[in-house]
């Protein structure tokens, strides 16, 4: 299996411009989770899916910030209009089975870079 | 509030040394708490668990202690070798109803062997 396929692996945009992530979990993982890790803050879950559909979106630091998995086999991140403050490396993440004491495997990251 | 506290953000330890990463936490809800391991351009890789019925858990050169009374757990790496040096996220979650609630990750702890 390839594992969690992220792209881009790097972006660097300006301020105010939209920035879309994708991701394509493993072939079976019914969850996928998107992180967020800053030097200050570490990883920080934003949103996560079961089978496609959004559970927990409490993370997700603004409305400027959206999250879709049209299918079983892709989601995207979004950032509009994107912020200096946006800078960070994004993870995608996904695992197995219900309950997230389940591995998760993650994708390499997007590192993002909003001048 | 951070509910997963890694105090240390680097440790340096010589080859064949024993490594000792150490995690706090503040939910006494948690009862399931996972060590992962992340090397530079890559996604983060599961290591180790625990559950809270245990307070050992080994695996290789890799065992996690849990004291729940004073809410700490440690990663020890013995002997260390310089493969190991690698940011190391400790993270957390709790049973919630039906199925776990989300994982709540630390800042993490560069660690450095070296040779």
């Known amino acids: 299996d390839a594992g969690v396929i992220q792209s881009p692996r790097h972006e660097v945009t300006e301020m105010g411009q939209e920035v879309t992530l994708r991701c394509k979990p493993i072939?079976?993982?019914?969850?996928l989770f998107w992180y967020r890790q800053t030097m200050m803050r570490g990883l920080e879950l934003l949103i996560y899916?079961?089978?496609?559909?959004?559970?927990?979106d409490s993370g997700m630091p603004e409305d400027r910030f959206s999250a879709k998995m049209p299918n079983a086999s892709f989601s995207t991140l979004k950032i509009q209009p994107s912020e200096p403050r946006d800078s960070a490396v994004y993870f995608c993440?996904?695992?197995?089975?219900?309950?997230?004491?389940?591995?998760?495997?993650f994708g390499p990251g997007t590192r993002l870079l909003v001048l | 509030d951070q509910q997963v506290k890694q105090n240390s953000p680097s440790l340096s330890v010589q080859e064949g040394r024993i490594s000792i990463l150490n995690c706090d936490y503040t939910?006494?809800?948690?009862?399931?708490f996972l060590w992962y391991k992340k090397y530079p351009a890559e996604g983060p890789t599961f290591l180790i668990s625990?559950?809270?019925?245990?307070d050992k858990n080994e695996d290789g050169r890799f065992t996690v202690f849990l004291n729940k009374s004073a809410k700490h757990l440690s990663l020890h790496i013995v002997p260390s070798q310089p493969g190991d040096s690698a940011v190391y996220f400790c993270?957390?979650?709790?049973?919630?109803?039906?199925?776990?609630?989300?994982?709540?990750f630390g800042p993490g702890t560069s660690l450095s062997v070296i040779p």
């Open positions: 993440a996904s695992s197995l089975t219900q309950g997230l004491r389940e591995t998760q495997y």
């Open positions: 072939s079976g993982h019914d969850y």
């Open positions: 899916f079961n089978n496609n559909v959004p559970i927990d």
């Open positions: 939910n006494s809800m948690f009862d399931y």
């Open positions: 625990i559950s809270s019925i245990k």
């Open positions: 993270a957390a979650s709790s049973w919630r109803e039906t199925s776990y609630d989300k994982v709540i």
